[in-house]
């Protein structure tokens, strides 16, 4: 597996169990029939929201969802690179997974369940597979597995549809939600693994703790998944010394936060308002001694560009000219004005949310370390980290 691993209070209690369905079923009872209102009202109850980053409430999608004819997906294809947590969950607890998809389908009359697998990982569909076929007939549904190519749009949920509509894995424009009209055309309950494994979770134990998984510190060398109560310090996450240094919060599409800034605050959504961030797909990226927000930026920039679609000029075009700019800051020979020119041009414009992601990191770093960005005008970083102009 790709990151370690931390025992937590729920998805990851009882790690020394392993992943077989034997030891799952001692602690979690196999899927039952469930009414879409009561299913809908258990999620609403623990406030489940979508933990693949859009934080979208899970009750409000199921019902959405509640349509003749509705499909289930579960995505764990995690394009996100700096994400493990699916991983974590499909490699320790595929059946918990499995029993939210299970769930879910039974209350949909959904007589389907398609896994979009990731394909940079082929424990993952390994694992998977293994769990499905443990299952036998129990679960009283198909089971279509999918991968996913190697890519950061390759896990957005159109991207998703169209791989298991038969077409390229790639985003493309639409104007109605999944669970309204998704693969092919019919009402389409598409959300990640946690996400459904807090559904099984839920429904089978009830809304405490309220957890997430987070991923701190995406680099393979050393990542860790842990899982957190909602509302619990981010002393119990960030080290004291981490704390003190800028933190990229939410993923390559999340935004940065000064140093100091989570100092008393909670693992918490409203909490994180008041700082314009969000908890996003669960990454926390605190910045590592030596290294600047402006240089860290520009490498996730340009590869943010690198990974876009080319379906339309945002991205095709706007977000490699941003790219260039974010470079050329971080060099010392750019301006600051061309940065904001840019976003404001970039901004609602894509015609997937790739543009508007990637604008918000360089939106953060541009509230946040405006004097920073200054600096290297001048051939200057605090960080020491200014990179060589050319």
């Known amino acids: 597996m790709s990151a370690r691993v931390e025992e937590g209070p729920r998805l990851l209690a009882h790690l020394a169990d392993g992943p077989g369905l034997a030891r799952h079923r001692l602690r979690h009872p196999a899927p039952t029939d469930v009414t879409v209102e009561r299913l809908a009202a258990a999620a609403a109850t623990a406030d489940l929201r979508g933990r693949g980053g859009a934080g979208f409430p899970f009750a409000t999608k199921l019902r959405t969802a509640a349509r003749r004819g509705a499909v289930v997906v579960v995505n764990l294809s995690e394009g996100e ?5 699916d991983e974590a969950l499909a490699m320790l607890r595929p059946h918990l997974i499995l029993d939210g998809a299970v769930l879910a389908a039974r209350a949909l009359r959904a007589h389907r369940i398609h896994l979009v697998l990731p394909g940079d990982k082929p424990l993952v569909g390994t694992r998977m597979s293994a769990a499905i076929a443990e299952r036998e007939d129990s679960d009283r549904v198909q089971w279509r597995t999918h991968t996913a190519g190697v890519g950061f749009v390759s896990g957005q ?37 946690e996400t459904f494994a807090q559904l099984g979770s839920v429904w089978s134990h009830g809304p405490d703790p309220a957890t997430m998984l987070i991923t701190r510190a995406g680099n393979t060398s050393n990542a ?36 100091g800034a989570l100092r008393g605050r909670r693992i918490d959504s409203e909490d994180l308002a008041g ?30 560009a690198s990974e876009s679609a080319q379906g339309c000029g945002p991205c095709r075009l706007g977000l490699p000219t941003l790219a260039l700019a974010v470079a050329d800051a971080d060099r010392g020979v750019g301006s600051v004005e061309r940065i904001e020119e840019l976003t404001g041009v970039l901004s609602g414009r894509g015609a997937c949310a790739h543009p508007d992601g990637t604008v918000r990191l360089v939106a953060s ?5 405006r004097d920073e960005l200054r600096l290297h005008q001048r051939q200057e970083c605090n960080h020491g980290a200014l990179a060589p102009a050319s």
């Not at 690179?81 to 947590?85: D, L, R, T, V």
């Not at 949920?157 to 309204?180: C, D, F, K, Q, Y």
């Not at 619990?232 to 936060?257: F, I, K, N, Q």
């Open 81 to 85: 690179p700096a994400s493990h947590k």
């Open 365 to 369: 770093l541009q509230r946040w370390f």
């Open 275 to 304: 700082l314009g961030a969000r908890l996003g797909a669960g990454v926390v990226l605190p910045l590592a001694p030596g290294s600047c927000p402006v240089h860290e930026t520009a490498r996730i920039v340009s590869y943010l």
């Open 157 to 193: 949920a159109r991207a998703v549809i169209e791989l298991i509509s038969g077409r390229a894995n790639l985003p493309v424009t639409a104007w109605t939600p999944e669970a309204v009209s998704g693969y092919r055309g019919r009402p389409t309950l598409l959300s990640n693994a």
């Open 224 to 259: 860790t998944v842990m899982e957190v109560a909602l509302g619990a310090p981010w002393s119990g996450v960030l080290s004291p010394a981490e704390l003190d240094r800028p933190v990229l919060l939410g993923g390559y599409h999340g935004v940065w936060v000064p140093g």
